[in-house]
């Protein structure tokens, strides 16, 4: 398992938070995803063979808020 953490900008609220822990959640390889609306920022476990760290800043991306490895 591997861990990182993305800086998100554009996270106002709790229903935010529900979403980019939902579009994570929904990755194959995705393990366990921490969001933190006051420190701005997501920690992500997941399995590297299944997942890639690009895919994972794509999918918040696709969500609609901007993200990048801490």
Same mark, same amino acid.
């Given at each position: 398992?591997?861990? +990182?953490?993305?800086?998100? /900008?554009?996270?106002?609220?709790?229903?935010? %938070? $529900?979403?980019?822990?939902? %579009? &994570? #959640? =929904?990755? /194959? *390889?995705?393990? #366990?995803? $921490? %969001?933190? &609306?006051? $420190?701005?920022?997501?920690?992500?476990?997941?399995?590297?063979?299944? %997942?890639?760290?690009?895919?994972? +800043?794509?999918?918040? /991306?696709? =969500? *609609?808020?901007?993200? #990048?490895? =801490?």
């Amino acid at each position: 398992m591997q861990r +990182v953490t993305l800086n998100i /900008e554009g996270m106002h609220c709790g229903g935010c %938070v $529900k979403t980019v822990e939902r %579009v &994570l #959640q =929904a990755l /194959e *390889g995705v393990q #366990q995803v $921490k %969001v933190s &609306l006051d $420190k701005a920022c997501v920690d992500i476990q997941y399995d590297a063979d299944a %997942v890639s760290i690009d895919q994972l +800043v794509g999918q918040v /991306e696709n =969500a *609609g808020f901007d993200a #990048q490895p =801490a």
